[in-house]
């Protein structure tokens, strides 16, 4: 059976950190491009980062570059996302998603594409 699961998160005053586990069973992480995505209250799913399969080169929207940090534990089969310098607009639930192998490089905005996703996380940032 193809399953991640996401473990972390929690809640975070702001300027906090906090770090999310998606660790997949059944398929190996590190032959796929995973994603997180973030969908607050009242909006839309969107992409935060991502890592590609191909080169490991990852990516970032705007609002998260220099605070997210995306990396891979191979041994683990796990891809983390560190979250620092949390902001009240942080607040949403993350999720966890990887590409099947068949994609080399990321989709950070074409969520359609990921096949497998975690449960879902929820970060709450509130001082």
């Known amino acids: 059976q193809l399953e991640i699961v996401q473990s972390g998160g929690g809640l975070a005053q702001p300027g906090g950190s906090l770090r999310l586990s998606c660790e997949a069973s059944g398929f190996s992480l590190d032959r796929s491009s995973v994603g997180w995505f973030r969908q607050a209250p009242g909006k839309e799913r969107e992409g935060v980062s991502c890592i590609s399969r191909s080169d490991g080169a990852t990516y970032y929207v705007d609002a998260v570059k220099g605070r997210f940090t995306i990396s891979r534990d191979n041994a683990k089969n796990t891809v983390y996302l560190q979250m620092s310098g949390l902001k009240l607009e942080d607040t949403a639930v993350y999720y966890c998603?990887?590409?099947?192998?068949?994609?080399?490089?990321?989709?950070?905005?074409?969520?359609?594409?990921?096949?497998?996703w975690g449960q879902g996380s929820q970060v709450t940032v509130a001082s």
């Open positions: 998603a990887a590409l099947d192998q068949i994609f080399t490089a990321c989709h950070l905005y074409d969520a359609g594409l990921y096949s497998y």
